[in-house]
């Protein structure tokens, strides 16, 4: 039972140009999401995080937008660099039931050519 | 600031054997996490522990699988004995711990532990 799902394994993306990463998600009581990036041989690192209280949170080129009707969220980057490829991971949590349990999709592996 | 430390990087055991992997999270962090993480998947958590405490262990085959966390602090992980599919790079993970949702998911990761079992 995949409750978070990456459906994308890959994006490939210019240099420049913006980087839209997706996630989506079965269960309802998620209201916590985090995306985390993960180099080659390193454990993944925390990126950005969101509340379902929001839609939208912002840290300098990365946005993450939460659509709660659809279970849909994604992952912007603008504009893309080279440093940015990496595998990105979407990650999703319950916050009323079980701290820190957080449930993550299968990963997608984001190219940026110079 | 130190980061998650985790040893051994790699391990390479048959099957049945024995195998142990030693994790040492970021000062002062009360939680600590094992997530599995099998070769084009995401990490699967393992098991939580609350300083010295397990919080989820629900993920965790028991019968194989076991993991203690001394005096609040170092964390092991421990398969005995292994079996092929246990093949997969072992996650330790460290948060705060405290009040608010952040200081619990937002997790700091070790590098991993690649085990391969033959």
């Known amino acids: 039972d995949q409750q978070v799902k990456q459906n994308s394994p890959s994006l490939s993306v210019q240099e420049g140009r913006i980087s839209i990463l997706n996630c989506d998600y079965t269960?309802?009581?998620?209201?916590?999401f985090l995306w985390y990036k993960k180099y080659p041989a390193e454990g993944p690192t925390f990126l950005i995080s969101?509340?379902?209280?929001?839609d939208k949170n912002e840290d300098g080129r990365f946005t993450v937008f939460l659509n709660k009707s659809a279970k849909h969220l994604s992952l912007h980057i603008v504009p893309s660099q080279p440093g940015d490829s990496a595998v990105y991971f979407c990650?999703?949590?319950?916050?009323?039931?079980?701290?820190?349990?957080?449930?993550f999709g299968q990963g997608t592996i984001l190219t940026v050519h110079p | 600031e130190a980061g998650v430390a985790q040893s051994p990087r790699y391990k390479i055991i048959e099957k049945r054997q024995s195998v142990a992997f030693w994790c040492n999270p970021i000062?002062?962090?009360?939680?600590l996490y094992w997530y599995q993480q099998i070769l084009g998947q995401g990490p699967k958590l393992l098991i939580q522990?609350?300083?010295?405490?397990?919080?989820?262990d629900s993920q965790l085959p028991k019968d194989r699988f076991s993991a203690e966390r001394l005096k609040g602090v170092d964390s092991t992980l421990k398969i005995q004995p292994a079996k092929l599919e246990d093949s997969a790079v072992y996650l330790c993970?460290?948060?705060?711990?405290?009040?608010?949702?952040?200081?619990?998911?937002?997790?700091?990761f070790g590098p991993g532990t690649r085990l391969t079992v033959l």
């Open positions: 969101i509340s379902s209280i929001k």
């Open positions: 993970a460290s948060s705060l711990g405290g009040r608010g949702v952040s200081s619990y998911n937002e997790q700091f």
């Open positions: 522990f609350q300083n010295n405490g397990v919080v989820d």
């Open positions: 990650a999703a949590s319950s916050t009323g039931t079980s701290y820190g349990k957080l449930t």
């Open positions: 269960n309802s009581m998620f209201d916590y």
């Open positions: 000062s002062g962090h009360a939680t």
